[in-house]
């Protein structure tokens, strides 16, 4: 397995009123091809700069980022992003929205039927098919994030970049997006680094886990390995010992060892 | 017992309106009818139902009859009072035979209502047109290239609050001509609240669009006619809403300084022939009119929310 996504010595200082602010530092990170990796940590701590530095949406102040042995200079199609707020443009439909993104990436290889098979192939992966028409005004907040999912797997971006995808849905939606997503991300194998506070999310979807010391000038403080066999299956892992003694781990680093005092 | 509920609520419903018709309980009346409808109490609900549109019509359509024939008797009493001013029924009579031939044509200084009011309509269009042209793309530039924004901004600041007919003896020494310079003073003073109201929209596209566009790498022509012309269209259209009312605004005056056949014009013919009625038609013909160009854009702004 080579070196797929590379983070050395990254930083990242903000210019404020107050003067520096260093949101995070000495971020070391190898994230393998085909893994899975989370970023965990309190709000605050700058897990979601660190996802933003990687798709290139800001600079970093320091240190060298890779992604397939090209530095990392700014955004593009190969790091796809799945925005919390699912980030769908209102005035297109589902089509209209993952079409934008697949004739981006592919338009000047591929005709117009090939795109518009992409479209829909990309809508089917996430169960949408039914839905392709519509507008995103008349959809579920979970359809919504799926049509956002599509819209990043449709570019077969060398990485995807989740920042807490299913943040904003309800607990029911969200159980059944991560298994969708876990089942997606199984049968493309692709490389993915998701930000997330949710131990739960992290254990089931993750090979490995990033968990993050408290900001300000927060770092990676440790990285579990997960090691579930996969396919996961939710229940069966609910009573499994070592996803228990996963799931207790992650919970001691961020509540023994790193305790948020209250903000 | 849900039955005994409902049918209790449903008779005690009428009563309820026709004690009080205010807002409130009708509003209220509206949202009961859903729970008993299930039950065995059709007909009494539905009558209720029918009763209560009737109410909701009458809520809509009272009040502003109610103020217009407040107005109209106001009028009447003033004109009766002074004697100067012609009442509404002489008005009213003066309209009707005005526009029982509105496009006659004696001659340039006699040509029908329909004529004035076509041809003032015209030099909105052709300014507001011109001022639509160059102002919405200037707006879009200015929203979007912080630089030009910062050098545009003094220029505007001082040109924009400058009175529209101070612009007219520059448009008729450049122009040499009166009716361009008409056309001038509008395009001049209706190009402000677009340019204005479409940068300002550029400048409020939520960044998540924007960051949409960053990672997908989307090339500047694809930014605009995807992301913003589409988010910035609302802000725009209100943009021109604000320009054709300044636009409606500005030519009566322009008209009257400019002569010509027009609105303008003809109140100021009209009132060197002291025909007072039809001054006051004129203003109610431009008020209409600005009425209905108004409501023509937001029902054109409605199709474009999100």
Redesign the interface.
């Known amino acids: 397995m080579k070196k797929y996504v590379q983070l050395e010595q990254v930083e990242k200082v903000f210019d404020t009123k107050q003067g520096r602010f260093v949101a995070i530092t000495d971020v070391n990170l190898t994230v393998r091809q085909g893994e899975f990796v989370s970023i965990i940590g309190h709000s605050g701590c700058g897990k979601s700069t660190l996802l933003n530095l990687i798709?290139?949406?800001m600079p970093v102040s320091g240190g060298v980022m890779l992604c397939a042995g090209r530095e990392i200079a700014?955004?593009?199609?190969d790091?796809?992003?799945v925005?919390q707020?699912h980030?769908l443009?209102?005035?297109?439909t589902c089509f209209g929205n993952v079409h934008?993104?697949v004739e981006?990436v592919f338009g000047g290889k591929e005709n117009r039927d090939a795109l518009q098979r992409r479209t829909e192939e990309a809508l089917s992966l996430v169960g949408l098919s039914h839905a392709m028409h519509k507008l995103p005004?008349e959809i579920s907040g979970g359809m919504k994030q799926r049509v956002g999912i599509a819209r990043a797997l449709s570019?077969q971006p060398k990485v995807l970049l989740l920042d807490e995808p299913f943040g904003a849905l309800d607990a029911l939606t969200r159980a059944h997006l991560q298994d969708e997503l876990m089942r997606v991300m199984g049968s493309l194998g692709a490389t993915a680094i998701m930000v997330t506070h949710d131990v739960d999310e992290a254990v089931l979807l993750s090979d490995r886990i990033v968990m993050m010391t408290n900001g300000p000038a927060a770092t990676i403080g440790e990285i579990l390995e997960v090691g579930l066999p996969r396919p996961r299956s939710r229940l069966a892992l609910a009573e499994d010992s070592h996803y228990v003694h996963l799931r207790g781990e992650v919970l001691k680093f961020l509540y023994e060892r790193h305790k948020r005092e209250a903000a | 017992m849900s039955t005994v509920i409902a049918m209790k609520k449903s008779s005690i419903e009428p009563e309820l309106q026709k004690e009080s018709p205010s807002p409130d309980t009708i509003s209220a009346a509206t949202s009961i009818p859903a729970q008993p409808a299930s039950a065995a109490t059709a007909t009494p609900s539905a009558s209720g139902r029918s009763a209560e549109r009737i109410r909701t019509a009458l809520n809509v359509v009272i009040p502003p009859l109610l103020g217009l024939a407040l107005f109209i008797l106001a009028w009447a009493a003033v004109a009766q009072h002074g004697k100067t001013l012609p009442g509404p029924l002489k008005t009213w009579h003066e309209a009707v035979q005005l526009f029982s031939d509105p496009f006659y044509d004696h001659g340039p200084n006699d040509k029908g209502i329909g004529w004035n009011i076509l041809r003032s309509l015209e030099r909105v269009a052709m300014g507001f047109g011109m001022a639509a042209l160059l102002g919405i793309p200037l707006g879009f530039m200015i929203g979007r290239f912080d630089f030009l924004n910062r050098m545009t901004a003094p220029v505007i600041s001082i040109l924009r609050p400058v009175s529209p007919l101070a612009w007219l003896p520059i448009g008729l020494l450049v122009l040499k001509e009166a009716q361009p310079a008409a056309i001038w003073v509008i395009f001049i003073s209706s190009i402000w609240p677009m340019i204005i109201n479409t940068a300002a929209g550029v400048s409020k596209v939520p960044q998540?669009?924007l960051?949409?566009a960053?990672?997908?790498?989307?090339s500047e022509w694809?930014i605009f006619t995807?992301?913003l012309f589409?988010?910035v269209l609302p802000y725009t259209l209100t943009g021109i809403r604000l320009s054709i009312g300044v636009a409606w605004l500005v030519i009566v005056a322009a008209e009257m300084l400019t002569g010509g056949v027009g609105l303008g014009f003809w109140v100021w013919d009209e009132w060197n022939n002291l025909n007072v009625e039809h001054i006051i038609i004129a203003i109610f013909v431009v008020g209409i009119i600005g009425l209905l160009l108004e409501q023509c854009l937001l029902l054109l702004a409605k199709r474009f929310e999100?």
């Open positions: 798709a290139g949406l700014g955004p593009g199609p790091r796809a992003v925005f707020n980030s443009l209102p005035w297109l934008l993104a981006r005004q570019m | 998540d669009y960051n949409v960053r990672v997908l790498n989307l694809k995807k992301i589409p988010a999100y």
